[in-house]
């Protein structure tokens, strides 16, 4: 069964940067669409970046500009690139991805803390 890993959270102040990674147990070209998910405390789940199944990307309005969305096939990983960053970034990060288009796997998710 393939899984999903998130590394790379921490602590930040405001307008630090931070690089997010998620690793794949198998190939992740298998893994389509490909996103960054975050939840802050009280708040519902939020796409915050995406490959889309098309392979382009996509961004939420409030990390364009500030937030890069990248793989590396060659290490089944995918990053998030996190500069600029605000204490409204606060949040649990995690990857999401559908095996083969249809099977949904989550990974563990990954604190990001920025302090102002």
């Known amino acids: 069964q393939v899984q999903l890993v998130e590394s790379g959270g921490g602590e930040v102040q405001a307008g630090g940067s931070l690089r997010l990674s998620c690793a794949a147990s198998?190939?992740?070209?298998?893994?389509?669409?490909l996103g960054w998910y975050r939840q802050a405390p009280g708040k519902q789940r939020e796409l915050v970046a995406a490959?889309?199944?098309?392979?382009?990307?996509h961004y939420a309005d409030s990390v364009k500009g500030r937030f890069t969305i990248s793989r590396d096939n060659a290490r089944d990983t995918m990053y998030l690139q996190m500069n600029s960053l605000k204490p409204e970034d606060t949040a649990v990060y995690y990857c999401?991805?559908?095996?083969?288009?249809?099977?949904?796997?989550w990974g563990q998710g990954t604190q990001v803390t920025v302090s102002s």
């Open positions: 999401n991805g559908f095996l083969y288009g249809s099977v949904s796997i």
């Open positions: 198998g190939s992740i070209l298998n893994i389509r669409p």
């Open positions: 490959f889309t199944t098309g392979g382009t990307t």
